[in-house]
């Protein structure tokens, strides 16, 4: 067990992957975004996150432009490198620098990053980001408890389930289950080394899929 020590907050800066990158949010990610996670066919994508699927470009671009002036939850755009746009988006959020807790929340990943290295990669950038420069003891992963998706995804990466908060809340009129999930930094560096070796180039073929499972 990590010693009791105060962790830095976060900060509005670029994480850098070898297929991703995590930039600040900002209004000029909306178009990306939109058309990766709200356009046509693509709602569906918003049935476990807190808000609604916004009715047009415009309509995100001003919801990027609040979320931009905010520090807790700090949301980043999942860009991908090899286009160049912005394909998901994904924060930090509820930050204890006093304790050494936060988490990975707010998560929206378009067809083009969902179930991709880039997903795997943006998590990684923000697991790295929280463990190795910030100095967090705990990485928190929390979801609606029927969201099988989140929670595969959570066991997947090497978050630990740790139980469910009953009745925890009330979601767009629905109840809401929470399953609770978490990573600490004594896990960290395994976890680290088998993200890093999946995610090497000579696990990819050329079109991209893997060649061993993570």
């Known amino acids: 067990m990590s010693q009791p020590h105060p962790a830095q907050k976060p900060q509005r800066t ?24 709200a356009g046509e ?5 918003y049935r476990w996150l807190m808000s609604q699927p916004p009715a047009d470009e ?20 999942v860009v991908d490198k090899a286009t160049g746009l912005a394909g998901g988006q994904q924060s930090l959020m509820r930050i204890e620098p006093a304790h050494g807790v936060i988490e990975i929340g707010g998560v929206l990943w378009g067809r083009g990053v969902a179930q991709t290295r880039l997903a795997t990669e943006a998590l990684y950038l923000f697991a790295a980001y929280v463990f190795d420069t910030l100095g967090y003891r705990r990485l928190e992963w929390k979801c609606n408890d ?3 998706p989140s929670k595969r995804a959570a066991r997947r990466f090497g978050f630990t389930f740790e ?10 009129g629905e109840n809401r289950d929470t399953a609770w999930f978490s990573i ?28 061993r499972k993570l």
């Open 14 to 37: 670029v994480l850098e992957g070898r297929y991703a990158r995590l930039e600040p949010i900002e209004p000029r990610h909306a178009a990306g975004l939109f058309a990766a996670t």
């Open 163 to 172: 139980g469910v908060f009953r009745q925890h809340m009330i979601v767009k």
């Open 184 to 211: 600490i930094d004594g896990e960290w560096p395994a976890i680290r080394e088998r993200l890093e070796a999946w995610l090497a180039p000579d696990n990819f073929d050329a079109e991209g899929r893997q060649r």
């Open 58 to 77: 415009a309509e995100l671009r001003r919801r990027l432009a609040e979320a931009a002036a905010i520090e807790d939850p700090l949301y980043f755009a």
């Open 146 to 148: 029927q969201n099988e």
């Open 41 to 45: 066919g693509e709602a569906a994508r």
